[in-house]
Structures are given as C-alpha cells and as structure tokens.
C-alpha cells in the first residue's frame, strides 16, 4: 500500500508527516478520555442522588473535563491540518523543482522522453493529486495502525474476545484494499492515459486552431476531440464505480464489526461480564475503530489517482543524465567530429557516420534539402542531444577534450544557439536582453540594439513592453531582438539555425550582415536552405539522408557539380524566375 519508488520525493516531509500521525494520535487518546468521561457521566447520573454532596462535585468535574478536552480535540485538528499543509507544500517544491531541473539538463531532448502536453498535465493536475498520497494518504494509513492497537489496549481491560473481534474487523480492512490494489492501479493507469490523451488532443487542436480553420478541418477535429472525451468518459464512470463499490464492501466490514462488538457488549452486560461502566464505553468506542479506516479508504482512490501520474514522473525523472566530466573547454580551440551516429527514438531517421571540422573563427555552413539531418548536428554541437556513437572534440596545439569530459554547465558558455523561432518573454526589451548577459549595462544593451538596427523602432526604447512570444512586434523585429540577446551573450561559437526563415527582406539582411561580423571573431556555425546567404563561407558541409556528402568552399563545390550545385542551380532558377514576374 505503500509506494517505495515515491520516498525519494519525500526531503523533509518525513518529520511533518510525523509531527501529522502524532497530532492524530493524540486527538484519539483526547477522544478516548472524552469518552470515558461522558461514560462515567452517564453512569453517575444514573446514580444521583441529591443528598451527596460528592456525587454533585464529580458531576462538575466530569462536565469540565468533557469541555475541555472537546476544546482541545479541535486545537489538534488545527495542528493536524497544519502539518499536512506542510507536507504538501514540500512534496509539491520538491517535485516540481525535480521536473524542472531534469528538463533544464535534457533540454530540448526531454521531448524524446515526454510530450510537453503530458509534461504540462503532470507538473499541474499529476502533483496536485499526488498531493493527496503525501498529504493525507500516507499520514492516515500509519495513523490508522497506531489508533487500532491503541483503541484494543483500551477494549482488552474491560474484555479480550470483543477486542479482538473489533481489532480483526478493523485490519480487515487494509488487507482488503491490500487485495484491491493491482486492479485498482489498472483502471488508474487506463484513466490517466485517457485523459493525457484528451489533453494532448486539446492542446494540439488549440495551438492549430488557425490552421484548422483555414482548412476549415475544425468540426473533424471537434469530432475526434468529442470521441476522446467520450472514451475519457467511460474510463472516468469505470473509476467512480470501481470506487463506490469497494467504499460500499468496506462500509459493511465497518458496520458489521461495530455491529458485532456492541451486541457482544450487551451480551456480556447481560450474562454479568462486565459492568453497565464497560458495557456503554465499548457502545460508544466501537465506531472508534473503524472511522480511520473509513477515511483511509477515501483517501486510498484519491492518492492512487495521483501515484499513476507519479509513475510516469519518476519514469521521466529517472532517465538517465548525459554524462558530464570535470573538464575546462579549451581557449581557441576547434570543434572536431569524429565518427558520429545518432537514431531519434521512434524514428527511422539517423545520423551515419559524420565527420566534420570546425575551425576556431569563421564562417562554417552547414546545407542540404530538408529533413537531411543539419539540426540534429547542431542540436548535438550545442550539448542538447545525448552523442549515442563517436566523439565531439574540443582541441587546440596544446590539448584535445572529448564533450563527453567537459562540464556540461560550462557548455552554455561557449556555445549560443539561434534559431528561426527564438522565444520573446513578456516583459521589458531590457528584461529579454538581460537574459543573453545578465551583467550587461544600459550602454551594453543599446549598443546591441544598434547592432541589429532595431533601436529606433521600439518607441520606449530598452522599457519598451513586449507581450508573450512577441506578439506585438514584428516576426523580423522579434527576430532582431533574439540576435541582439545572443551578441550580448558574446561566447567563442554562435550556432544560427535557420536564423533568417519567415522573416522580412529588411530584417534578413540586417542580420546577415550581423552574422557576417561576427565570424570575423567567433566561431559561426551556419545552418540554412538558402545557399546565396553562405556563397562567402570558409568552408561549407553539404548533407544528404543523414550523411555528408561534400564539403569545399563555393567555388569548389560548384566546380563539382554535385548536390550542392544543384541546389544552388535551382534556387537560382527560382529566384530569376521570381523576379522576372515581379518586373
């Protein structure tokens, strides 16, 4: 009943969960001397007299101790909820920050290991239902042992079979639930995936609802999203009547055992065993017992529900780390690649045997039709891919270091990856470009600015506001705006992917020329299908169903005539052809 794999979350947990059972444990011992004083109570009013002046005394004395202690029972309350509060705060800390740390050293990889959509689900609604497990399951279930053997001691003085018989009923309970769980974590599992399903589904229709309408495919996809929710219906219904079954069984197991311990009470009352004292405390003390488990039940289905989505959490947190040495990068070194393979999981396409030099300073290109593998190769240069077979060498005259022995925090900081679709946070312009060098003055940050040419068209300047992916500025000013960030960020290796797609003429060649200068001083790895914009390149790497095929300067690849001059033959047939219409 418990799940071991869940304790590593548990950091500090531990103590509030026992400061929670104790709390609990000491409101059912308050509970206990409520009980025996409103019996004794009871019997004393049976039995007064108003001639003894001691049986008034002890009347008062008794109705004080009940108030006081049922004052008492809701201060532990308090402390008892306290403490689950804590418990679910630290969990919830701990694994959300465990989430983000993994996604922060996978990077882009943890896509291979989870869909974002799923990874949303199960840092949202996966931990606020495993809160349930650390805040309220765990605690009850040690609770619920302590309070039934404590709740026997009690019984066993006054007789031994109707403790045992209650005690029995009682643990009969747990192995129950015991016996429930397999099928119980097989409609969990069955219903988590259905609603992943749905949110994915959502999710996806969501962020493509333009698309789809364009295409007007909306009511298809209103149609499969409807059929999706009906099967996470279904499961939902299957869950609930799963639930309320096995509640109904341990309602007849609680009733039945409270039943039995007060009629074997007032039997033994009745055959002389015990006096009328014993005979009302065990009538009263029997639901005792089985109130606990009542609640452990509840809990039980809740916190499954969240142990599910914990399965899938500590199966994403648990893959494997990229390895990561204790080396230092080498000053003014070259990017080696040696022998390099690498297969996306799920997918036929792979990596063969690569072979590359990239030489400290200058412009390096990388070309070829899509879907060739040019991003893969710079995913793996920037440290965001696991290298699955070869090496990555870092290497001046003096020394060489596998990628492999460096520390990977340390890469970062000597390569920036620019992409055709860098993210705009919303906030200030200086807010976006303090993340490229958070120690960069206003005069770093302007003269960026003025880099990229961009200064003039943001009317407030560097307390400009900017929305969320920037959504209120151009595509080629959002683009200007993530260049100037990654100059700011000035590391020996600039690796720009597709830096200058679905952006305007104007801004495409501000950043060229930006690029262009940059690899006067700095490594520039440069990934594009437009092969004009690389014609100056040192030397450019032609690629081919995940191999490389060519490598030269322009002038040597064209002298070939091999796959690169064709596609440059054919992108300048298209532009003439373009621009003989536009005339």
Same mark, same amino acid.
């Given at each position: 009943?418990?799940?071991?794999?869940?304790?590593?979350?548990?950091?500090?947990?531990?103590?509030?969960?026992?400061?929670?059972?104790?709390?609990?444990?000491?409101?059912?011992?308050?509970?206990?001397?409520?009980?025996?004083?409103?019996?004794?109570?009871?019997?004393?009013?049976?039995?007064?007299?108003?001639?003894?002046?001691?049986?008034?005394?002890?009347?008062?004395?008794?109705?004080?101790?009940?108030?006081?202690?049922?004052?008492?029972?809701?201060?532990?309350?308090?402390?008892?909820?306290?403490?689950?509060?804590?418990?679910?705060?630290?969990?919830?800390?701990?694994?959300?920050?465990?989430?983000?740390?993994?996604?922060?050293?996978?990077?882009?990889?943890?896509?291979?290991?989870?869909?974002?959509?799923?990874?949303?689900?199960?840092?949202?609604?996966?931990?606020?239902?495993?809160?349930?497990?650390?805040?309220?399951?765990?605690?009850?279930?040690?609770?619920?042992?302590?309070?039934?053997?404590?709740?026997?001691?009690?019984?066993?003085?006054?007789?031994?079979?109707?403790?045992?018989?209650?005690?029995?009923?009682?643990?009969?309970?747990?192995?129950?639930?015991?016996?429930?769980?397999?099928?119980?974590?097989?409609?969990?599992?069955?219903?988590?995936?259905?609603?992943?399903?749905?949110?994915?589904?959502?999710?996806?229709?969501?962020?493509?609802?333009?698309?789809?309408? !364009?295409? +007007?495919?909306? $009511?298809? =996809? *209103?149609? %499969?999203?409807?059929?999706?929710?009906?099967?996470?219906? /279904?499961? #939902?219904?299957?869950?609930?009547?799963?639930?309320?079954?096995?509640?109904?069984?341990?309602?007849?197991?609680?009733?039945?055992?409270?039943?039995?311990?007060?009629?074997?009470?007032?039997?033994?009352?009745?055959?002389?065993?015990?006096?009328?004292?014993?005979?009302?405390?065990?009538?009263?003390?029997?639901?005792?017992?089985?109130?606990?488990?009542?609640?452990?039940?509840?809990?039980?289905?809740?916190?499954?529900?969240?142990?599910?989505?914990?399965?899938?959490?500590?199966?994403?947190?648990?893959?494997?780390?990229?390895?990561?040495?204790?080396?230092?990068?080498?000053?003014?070194?070259?990017?080696?690649?040696?022998?390099?393979?690498?297969?996306?999981?799920?997918?036929?396409?792979?990596?063969?045997? !690569?072979? +590359?030099?990239? $030489?400290? =300073? *200058?412009? %390096?290109?990388?070309?070829?039709?899509?879907?060739?593998? /040019?991003? #893969?190769?710079?995913?793996?240069?920037?440290?965001?891919?696991?290298?699955?077979?070869?090496?990555?060498?870092?290497?001046?005259?003096?020394?060489?270091?596998?990628?492999?022995?460096?520390?990977?925090?340390?890469?970062?900081?000597?390569?920036?990856?620019?992409?055709?679709?860098?993210?705009?946070?919303?906030?200030?312009?200086?807010?976006?470009?303090?993340?490229?060098?958070?120690?960069?003055?206003?005069?770093?940050?302007?003269?960026?600015?003025?880099?990229?040419?961009?200064?003039?068209?943001?009317?407030?300047?560097?307390?400009?506001?900017?929305?969320?992916?920037?959504?209120?500025?151009?595509?080629?000013?959002?683009?200007?705006?993530?260049?100037?960030?990654?100059?700011?960020?000035?590391?020996?290796?600039?690796?720009?992917?597709?830096?200058?797609?679905?952006?305007?003429?104007?801004?495409?060649?501000?950043?060229?020329?930006?690029?262009?200068?940059?690899?006067?001083?700095?490594?520039?790895?440069?990934?594009?299908?437009?092969?004009?914009?690389?014609?100056?390149?040192?030397?450019?790497?032609?690629?081919?169903?995940?191999?490389?095929?060519?490598?030269?300067?322009?002038?040597?690849?064209?002298?070939?005539?091999?796959?690169?001059?064709?596609?440059?033959?054919?992108?300048?047939?298209?532009?003439?052809?373009?621009?003989?219409?536009?005339?």
């Amino acid at each position: 009943m418990i799940d071991k794999s869940l304790n590593e979350f548990l950091g500090n947990t531990k103590k509030f969960i026992i400061e929670s059972v104790f709390n609990g444990w000491l409101k059912l011992v308050n509970n206990i001397i409520t009980t025996f004083a409103f019996t004794m109570l009871l019997v004393q009013l049976m039995d007064y007299t108003p001639e003894q002046s001691g049986d008034k005394q002890r009347l008062i004395v008794l109705v004080f101790v009940v108030f006081g202690t049922l004052v008492l029972r809701h201060y532990l309350i308090k402390a008892m909820n306290d403490a689950s509060s804590k418990i679910v705060c630290e969990v919830k800390l701990n694994l959300r920050a465990k989430i983000i740390d993994k996604i922060t050293r996978r990077g882009m990889a943890y896509k291979d290991d989870i869909a974002t959509s799923e990874m949303l689900q199960l840092a949202g609604e996966g931990i606020e239902q495993l809160e349930n497990y650390y805040g309220k399951y765990l605690p009850q279930l040690f609770y619920c042992l302590l309070s039934s053997f404590t709740l026997f001691a009690v019984v066993v003085s006054i007789n031994v079979k109707i403790a045992l018989v209650l005690l029995i009923t009682t643990l009969a309970i747990p192995l129950f639930l015991t016996a429930l769980l397999r099928m119980v974590r097989k409609v969990q599992r069955n219903y988590w995936s259905s609603y992943a399903s749905v949110g994915k589904e959502f999710l996806d229709s969501l962020q493509g609802m333009t698309t789809l309408k !364009i295409f +007007m495919y909306d $009511e298809q =996809k *209103g149609q %499969i999203l409807e059929e999706k929710t009906e099967d996470f219906r /279904k499961h #939902t219904m299957k869950l609930l009547a799963m639930q309320l079954n096995s509640i109904g069984i341990i309602d007849w197991i609680a009733y039945g055992g409270a039943a039995a311990g007060i009629i074997m009470a007032l039997r033994a009352y009745q055959a002389g065993t015990i006096n009328l004292f014993g005979a009302i405390l065990v009538v009263l003390i029997a639901g005792e017992f089985f109130v606990p488990m009542k609640q452990l039940t509840a809990f039980f289905h809740i916190a499954m529900t969240g142990v599910t989505a914990a399965e899938k959490i500590t199966k994403f947190i648990n893959v494997p780390d990229y390895k990561s040495g204790d080396k230092e990068v080498p000053e003014n070194c070259d990017i080696k690649i040696e022998n390099l393979n690498y297969t996306y999981k799920n997918s036929e396409f792979s990596l063969n045997d !690569i072979n +590359m030099e990239l $030489e400290n =300073k *200058g412009h %390096i290109a990388i070309v070829g039709p899509s879907g060739c593998g /040019k991003s #893969t190769i710079s995913n793996i240069i920037a440290g965001e891919l696991v290298i699955e077979a070869g090496n990555v060498f870092y290497q001046n005259d003096k020394e060489r270091v596998d990628m492999t022995d460096v520390k990977r925090q340390l890469i970062p900081e000597m390569i920036t990856k620019v992409t055709h679709n860098g993210y705009i946070f919303k906030g200030t312009v200086r807010e976006n470009l303090l993340l490229g060098n958070e120690k960069a003055s206003d005069e770093m940050l302007l003269e960026a600015l003025e880099k990229v040419n961009i200064l003039g068209e943001l009317p407030e300047g560097l307390d400009t506001e900017l929305l969320s992916g920037g959504s209120n500025v151009s595509g080629g000013q959002g683009q200007r705006l993530c260049l100037a960030r990654a100059i700011l960020h000035d590391t020996p290796v600039y690796i720009f992917d597709e830096a200058t797609s679905n952006i305007d003429v104007e801004s495409e060649e501000i950043i060229l020329k930006v690029i262009e200068e940059i690899s006067k001083d700095k490594t520039v790895i440069y990934i594009s299908h437009r092969l004009k914009n690389i014609d100056y390149s040192k030397c450019i790497y032609v690629m081919e169903n995940g191999k490389i095929v060519d490598k030269g300067n322009h002038n040597e690849l064209v002298e070939r005539k091999g796959l690169y001059y064709k596609l440059f033959k054919k992108q300048e047939d298209l532009e003439k052809y373009r621009f003989g219409r536009e005339a």
